[in-house]
């Protein structure tokens, strides 16, 4: 089993900016990619980013891409999510989620894991 706890979300307006914070315990992290996924109200959720197990590979989503970045610290067990230039179209909450190593990153029913999420709110 692995846990995992999200935490840096809330509210803020447009063009700022948050960082996402994912802890993992109770299995080896390194030996799990990790993906970064959201879900707005009455939508599906959706990939964001995802990061390989030794953080060489990354990947995201082109509503994202060159505003958001992935990384981790697998001495902490931890992945990031570093969001610039939010847009109100970010708003949904955000999930981090686990799998065995892997380079296919964006499917979610892939994810053996999965966080609580955490909610971020971008203002007009």
């Known amino acids: 089993q692995v846990q995992l706890v999200e935490s840096g979300g809330g509210l803020v307006q447009a063009g700022g900016f948050l960082r996402l914070s994912c802890v993992a315990s109770?299995?080896?992290?390194?030996?799990?990619?990790m993906g970064w996924f959201r879900q707005a109200p009455g939508k599906e959720r959706e990939f964001v980013a995802g990061i390989s197990w030794g953080g060489a590979t990354t990947d995201y989503a082109d509503s994202v891409k060159g505003r958001f970045t992935v990384s981790r610290d697998n001495a902490k067990n931890t992945v990031y999510l570093q969001m610039n230039s939010l847009k109100p179209e970010d708003t949904a909450v955000y999930y981090c989620?686990?799998?065995?190593?892997?380079?296919?990153?964006?499917?979610?029913?892939?994810?053996?894991?999965w966080g609580q999420g955490t909610q971020v709110t971008v203002s007009s």
């Open positions: 109770g299995r080896t992290f390194t030996v799990y990619s």
């Open positions: 989620a686990a799998r065995r190593a892997s380079l296919t990153l964006r499917i979610g029913a892939e994810y053996d894991y």
